[in-house]
């Protein structure tokens, strides 16, 4: 068991080697699996392997297994030429890399107060992988796009288990979709994608929450208007105000759709509330993300914000990577000790003090804190 240290309880979760090609993740849902990366995994390095990669799935009904030579993606819609593409074909094609962290919209959902409905995951919800697969633009260009074109749908495998339910669809404005950064990846971190994470292929959107990263990808369809599908026109809306964040049980605020993440940075070298001995200079590490930015700063607090110290950053893999920032603290005394971490991208976005708070439970932007003891 391990214990996410959820303030609305219970925080205690198993620990499930149970998955196919996963070690060991915590448990917070079997059917559709949700699996959460311990936050020890994040310690090890920038790039989370592949076997401890989180897993979210919004259908419980996909497939088990995938004939890859029977598999093909479809793009249909507003274009001159439609096409079935197979994954020797796709594979053919000029091959892309990009780091980015794929992280889902309610990562750190259940340290919300007051407790918000959803998976109640601590901040394991995340993963950073090194991508390749081929641009979406390049393969919207072998199918000749349309003018008056407005938006790309994107569908995969999975179907809902209730009769009625919609597919899990989601979109991109036209211009987003051809500027050349959206990817088809078809591995990460150098090897195949795991089943769990969308094998053979999966589209990969930098920047952006985890949502419209589709699984299984086995159709685009290019819209001539935008796309009022439930998981786009109700789903994963957030308050349009700044931060993204209304107090709760505020009303009749106006909402947008998800799109991209903001600045957060994690301690992952020490235990949130883990007693350590006493000693003179306590080091301090962990991972940062800019967002849709490259990451500019990490600075660190040990009395609750009121002055800051400069933490030392580490190679900086690209703008949608986790960056490694280090820094040594001074306990002063033995007892209680609360540790602050926040980043700065380059765009000047810094993570606020006050927690961000709204109903979905998407998007936690605020410095956390982390609860340790010395004796």
């Keep these: 068991m391990i214990d996410l240290r959820l303030p609305g309880g219970p925080g205690e979760r198993p620990l ?15 059917m559709p699996p949700l699996l959460e990366t311990p936050m020890a995994v994040f310690d090890e390095g920038v790039f989370t392997p592949n076997d401890r990669f ?13 004939d890859a030579g029977a598999y093909r993606l479809t793009i249909s819609g507003q274009v001159n030429t439609p096409l079935s593409l197979s994954l020797p074909e796709l594979l053919a094609m000029p091959r892309v890399e990009v780091a980015a962290i794929n992280q889902c919209a309610g990562n750190s959902r259940g340290l919300f107060e007051p407790r918000v409905a959803g998976a109640q995951w601590g901040h394991g919800a995340m993963g950073n992988a090194r991508w ?24 995969g495998l999975d179907e809902p288990l209730v ?39 999966r589209l990969v959107v930098p920047g952006w929450f985890s949502t419209y990263w589709m699984k299984m990808l086995a ?4 819209l001539p208007a935008p796309d009022t599908n439930f998981w786009m026109a109700k789903a994963y809306r957030l308050p349009s105000g700044p931060g993204s964040t209304v107090a709760p049980g505020a009303s009749g605020y106006a909402e947008r759709p998800i799109s991209t993440m903001v600045p957060r940075a994690f301690v992952t070298n020490l235990a949130d509330g883990a007693t350590l001995p006493m000693r003179a200079a306590l080091p301090v590490r962990g991972l940062a993300m800019g967002g849709d930015a490259s990451v500019k700063a990490v ?19 690209g703008r949608y990577s986790f960056r490694r920032f280090e820094a040594v603290v001074a306990p002063g005394a033995a007892g209680p000790m609360e540790i602050l ?21 998407y998007s936690r932007g605020g410095v956390e804190r982390l609860q340790v003891s010395l004796a």
């Design 16 to 30: 499930t080697t149970e998955f196919p090609q996963k070690g060991s993740m915590i448990l917070q849902r079997t």
């Design 299 to 317: 600075e660190i607090s040990t009395d609750g914000g009121r002055r800051w110290q400069a933490a030392a950053l580490g190679a900086d893999e």
């Design 54 to 66: 989180y897993v979210r799935w919004h259908w419980g009904s996909f497939p088990t297994a995938i």
């Design 219 to 222: 159709t685009i369809e290019v």
């Design 132 to 155: 390749t697969g081929v641009r979406l633009k390049d393969v919207l260009a072998r199918a000749g796009v349309k003018a008056g074109a407005v938006a790309v749908q994107f569908g």
């Design 163 to 201: 009769e009625g339910a919609p597919d899990y669809l989601k979109s991109l404005d036209i211009d987003h979709a051809l500027a050349g950064e959206v990817m088809l990846a078809f591995a990460m971190n150098g090897e195949p994608l795991p089943l769990l994470n969308g094998f053979p292929l």
């Design 341 to 361: 971490a926040r980043c700065t991208n380059m765009d000047g976005a810094t993570q606020p003090m006050a927690q961000t708070w709204n109903p979905g439970g």
